[in-house]
């Protein structure tokens, strides 16, 4: 069955600063794809980045990275130089196969970025 | 293009009432699904279906919970009877196929 575990609850870091965030995640599939999307205090939920399974390289958009340890099933997402509006809970996710199945999420990291 | 719109907002219910919380996708996108979130277990997967047709189900959730898709534009998920434990936020999201997830704003259900 799959599964993903965030095991980091709350993290407060100070504005400008890099923040590491874990995720780990069970599955049988050889074949899978992990997601990060960011939840603001009104509720809204983005999607941020991805990494396929079958990549090596770890996925970089804008200032956020991955850091993917596929024989460790950890994706990590790092944000560097934060800002105020980084503060948000993030969500790992994985869906397993080509396609036709569901987004499994993991319980989220709340982030917290003070000036 | 409009996102996916849900309605309504909040909604408060008696114990044992029926409640019914809608959905419309984002047009031309294949896939919905509806999520049930709390603090404790965070996002969980009660129904997906693509193109009409159910793909999967919360195993937990077939009790008291059916969600439908009456036609490509437009979803309802039905709790009958409604508990206090229900009280969550209820998102509807939708993609394209195989592509990322798009939310909608939620429903928060209280169940008095």
């Known amino acids: 069955a799959q599964k993903v575990t965030q095991t980091q609850t709350s993290i407060s870091v100070m504005e400008k600063t890099t923040v590491t965030m874990d995720c780990v995640y069970e599955t049988q599939d050889s074949s899978y794809f992990l997601f990060w999307y960011k939840q603001t205090a009104s509720g809204e939920i983005v999607f941020l980045i991805r990494q396929d399974s079958y990549k090596k390289e770890n996925a970089t958009v804008g200032h956020y990275s991955l850091n993917f340890q596929k024989p460790k099933s950890s994706i990590g997402l790092i944000i560097t130089a934060t800002q105020i509006e980084d503060s948000a809970v993030y969500f790992c996710?994985?869906?397993?196969?080509?396609?036709?199945?569901?987004?499994?999420f993991g319980t989220g990291t709340t982030v917290s970025v003070s000036p | 293009d409009a996102g996916v719109t849900q309605t309504p907002r909040h909604e408060v219910a008696e114990k044992g009432q029926t409640i019914i919380l809608k959905c419309e996708p984002v047009?031309?996108?294949?896939?919905l699904f509806w999520y049930r979130q709390t603090k404790i277990q965070g996002l969980e997967l009660l129904s997906y279906?693509?193109?009409?047709?159910?793909?999967?189900d919360g195993g937990a959730f077939k009790d008291r919970f059916k969600a439908e898709m009456l036609n490509s534009s437009f979803s309802t998920l039905k709790i009958q009877p409604t508990e206090p434990k229900d009280s969550a936020v209820y998102l509807c999201a939708s993609r394209p196929v195989a592509e990322t997830l798009y939310f909608g704003s939620g429903t928060r259900l209280t169940v008095l």
């Open positions: 279906f693509r193109s009409k047709s159910l793909m999967e």
């Open positions: 996710a994985m869906r397993e196969g080509q396609g036709g199945r569901a987004l499994i």
């Open positions: 047009s031309g996108h294949n896939d």
